[in-house]
Nanobody
């Protein structure tokens, strides 16, 4: 059974940093795409960042425009662990952040195309 568990959320002041972690278990995810999504109260879930890995192209990363230059996604395939380093946080980054894994090597910005989800970790940025 596949399990995805996020951690690392919390309360931080604007301009601060947080590092989210995502531990996936139950199978090997080396060639699977993974993504980070977020959902603020009253808003739809939105794509934040994604990562792919393949033997022929290595690691590729993708970011939503609103986090480019501030967030960095990374992965440790050997440990089935994924990370989201969030710097220069803004109050509008406040949301429940989800890690998702897709049974496909391509990143998608569409949440329903991901197969496995964590329960989410809350990120709150105070002004």
């Amino acid at each position: 059974q596949v399990q995805v568990v996020e951690s690392g959320g919390g309360l931080v002041q604007a301009g601060g940093s947080l590092r989210l972690s995502c531990a996936a278990s139950g199978r090997t995810f080396g060639n699977y795409a993974m993504g980070w999504f977020r959902q603020a109260p009253g808003k739809e879930r939105e794509f934040v960042a994604g990562s792919t890995w393949s033997e022929w192209s290595g690691v590729n990363t993708y970011y939503a425009d609103f986090v480019k230059g501030r967030f960095t996604i990374s992965r440790d395939n050997a440990k089935n662990t994924f990370f989201l380093q969030m710097n220069s946080l803004k109050p509008e980054d406040t949301a429940l952040y989800y890690c998702a894994v897709r049974s496909d090597h391509r990143v998608s910005e569409i949440s329903r195309e991901y197969d496995y989800w964590g329960q989410g970790t809350q990120v709150t940025v105070s002004s």
